[in-house]
């Protein structure tokens, strides 16, 4: 009986521990299920978005079969984003019932914008709420029953929603909160990773094996490599620009504006050309190695000072945008393009001041209008043309960007035609990096030093690139010493040149890059270039010393004579305090460096108000406009 009795038990474990076995089976392959019914929905996902995006599917077909493209790795995420808030609510797959609208709805955004003007959806569109919805009227008009398709759809949607979520939370599997802690626990880790590698202003290996490549300087491609939900996730951070605390109309009016005296200091308007020079750099300030003969004389004989540019090896847009208007990159995001993300509407500029003042204001730029957006920006600076290479007659080229030798030529061709007085802001591109061995059929400056080899070509590449800019700015000297109108001419380089290990073999810098933050002395070796002020009737101007792009405008029209209430005015103002204006320091005028400045507890009432003034202009009510930028209203009045 005692036998019968155990074995009897034994068969009633065996069924026990095989119906366990099987329900862990179950749920195993219960849990493999939804993990690819999560997998698939957000392959479709990322399909449906970049079909809306792309309107062509033969398109789309090929992001997602291209190994060098990030389809794959998008549709991870997006996985990986299912999972987490699905952990959250504590249901499956309602996860897809939110983030399938929420994705769904910007991509048919995009895809209307492009319709409209050309450009993808950026984060920073929704700063600029106030023109959409002044735009609104317009679209409606123009296309009356898809608006009224789009309001009801929204409204279809919204209703669907919320039907479906009801729906979701009564029917949809429950998740136990083991499967709910082992969700989160897999997919939140690998999301903040993965966040953290999409910083574009830091080198990733990571996200260049996941082929993950930010594209800043054309925005289309961006999108077009990476696809609208990484791209769109890429310019995210860009997108946090805050009011300054106090910021008001009252703080405005508070300001105070220096009194315009009335015309100008010349007895004509004399001429002005700006050449920013590409990557244009003294290389003679590299240690352990000599240049011969020296690649920059006439550069050496007329320099004026330095500017100190914000950016190393790129980013040249970024400098332009200060000479350009006066603003500082200091007050915005860190890692923002003004270029791309926040120049939408007109914005006052040296070219709205001297339109103002009947010059032809004129911007010339030997290559495609698309890079760094700089046809849409341009006609918002409010410059009557953008010559690019669109538009320009065919220029001889060195190596495989338009010579130094030939933009000056086309220059004083374009100078010799004007009758009225003109603004011209040149950005040249010859000295663009790489500087591959053997660009130039000869090098003429000899480099000698303990370099490897490598290292010695490439900076010969340079230094001769330096040598023939420096050769254009005497052939444009010497045309302008022959004209009877006073003719101003402004030459800097926007940043230094990526020779990458030619600075750590020099022992010039610890990295191939420049430092974000360190020393006054050491910011200065690695972000100060040239910079040239010059007139055919009076010479170079006396010692400026080192200052930020932002003070250009200042010197210029300063050299010019002429005044304004805010480039002479108002910057002038701070100019008399501040010398240099970084993010991480600032410089008085005195030399003495403040690091960390805007961390203090009281910032300068100067630099308050100069916040107060491109806020208010690049994302602000435009308070200030005609109290400060009376030129600029005149050329593009309030809602025009």
């Known amino acids: 009986m005692a036998s019968i009795d155990s074995a009897a038990a034994r068969r009633s474990q065996a069924y026990v521990d095989r119906s366990g076995s099987s329900v862990r089976n179950a749920k195993t392959l219960a849990g493999t299920r939804s993990a690819f019914l999560s997998l698939f929905i957000a392959a479709a996902l990322v399909f449906a978005i970049e079909l809306i995006v792309r309107q062509s599917f033969a398109d789309t077909v090929a992001y997602f079969i291209d190994p ?64 959409i919805m002044e735009l609104m009227p317009v679209l409606v008009k123009d296309r009356p029953w898809t608006a ?34 082992v969700r989160a626990a897999f997919a939140l880790p690998l999301l903040v990773a993965f966040w953290q590698i999409m910083d574009y202003n830091q080198f990733s290996w990571i996200r260049d094996r996941l082929r993950v490549i930010p594209i800043m300087w054309d925005q289309t491609e961006n999108y077009r490599h990476n696809g609208f939900a990484l791209a769109f996730a890429i310019n995210l951070p860009m997108a946090n620009v805050n009011a300054p605390a106090g910021y008001m109309a009252d703080a405005i009016d508070r300001i105070p504006v220096k009194p315009t005296p009335a015309g100008t200091t010349h007895r004509g308007k004399p001429d002005v050309i700006v050449l920013m020079s590409e990557s244009f750099w003294d290389p003679t300030r590299l240690p352990n190695v000599k240049l011969s003969p020296d690649p920059m004389p006439t550069v050496r004989e007329m320099q004026v000072g330095n500017v100190f540019s914000p950016e190393f090896g790129g980013m040249t847009a970024n400098v332009e945008f200060e000479a350009l208007t006066g603003f500082s990159n200091a007050f915005l995001p860190y890692g923002s393009i003004p270029y791309q993300q926040y120049i939408r509407n007109p914005i006052p500029s040296l070219a709205t001041f001297f339109r103002s003042e009947g010059y032809v204001s004129r911007a010339i730029h030997p290559f495609q209008g698309w890079f760094w957006n700089r046809t849409a920006v341009y006609k918002a600076f409010g410059f009557d043309t953008f010559r690019s290479e669109e538009n320009l007659p065919v220029m001889q080229k060195r190596g495989i960007f338009a010579s130094d030798e030939a933009l000056t030529k086309e220059i004083i061709r374009q100078a010799d035609a004007m009758e009225d007085p003109f603004f011209f802001f040149t950005v040249t591109l010859q000295g663009h990096g790489p ?141 008399d305090q501040y010398r240099i204006l970084d993010r991480y320091m600032v410089v008085r005028k005195n030399g003495k460096d403040i690091a960390e400045w805007s961390r203090q507890p009281k910032i300068p009432a100067s630099l308050r108000d100069y916040r107060f003034l491109q806020h208010d202009m690049m994302f602000g009510k435009r308070y200030s406009t005609e109290r400060f930028f009376k030129s600029h209203a005149e050329l593009f009045p309030v809602g025009s």
């Not at 794959?72 to 299912?82: D, I, P, S």
């Not at 929420?102 to 209307?112: I, R």
């Not at 789009?150 to 083991?178: E, Q």
């Open 435 to 575: 500087y591959e061995p053997n660009r130039y059929a000869k090098n003429t400056i000899k480099v000698e030093g303990n370099l490897p080899e490598s290292d010695r070509q490439v900076l010969a590449t340079y230094a001769q690139g330096i040598k023939e800019a420096d050769d254009s700015l005497k052939m444009l000297m010497d045309w302008a010493k022959n004209r009877d109108r006073e003719t101003i001419i402004v030459l800097f380089g926007d940043h230094l040149p990526p020779l990458n290990t030619v600075y750590t073999n020099t022992g010039y810098m610890n990295d191939v890059t420049a430092s974000r933050k360190g020393t006054k002395e050491q910011m200065k070796a690695q972000h100060e270039t040239p910079l040239v002020v010059w007139s055919n009737k009076t010479g170079p101007k006396k010692n400026i010393g080192t200052i930020s792009p932002a003070f250009l405008s200042y010197q210029i029209l300063k050299q010019a004579g002429y005044e304004h209430p805010y480039y002479t005015g108002f910057l002038g103002k701070v100019y």
């Open 148 to 181: 009224i398709g789009v309001v009801l759809g929204l409204i279809a949607m919204v209703a669907v929603i919320g039907l479906l979520l009801r729906y979701a939370w009564r029917n949809f599997p429950k998740l136990t909160r083991k499967e709910r802690i």
């Open 68 to 131: 060098m493209r990030p389809a794959w790795t998008t549709v991870a995420a997006f996985f990986l984003f299912l999972l987490a808030i699905d952990a959250l609510f504590g249901r499956e797959h309602k996860a897809g019932l939110l983030v399938v609208p929420l994705a769904v709805l910007p991509a048919f955004v995009c895809q209307q914008k492009q319709v409209f003007l050309s450009d993808p959806l950026y984060p920073t569109d929704f700063l600029f709420g106030r023109q």
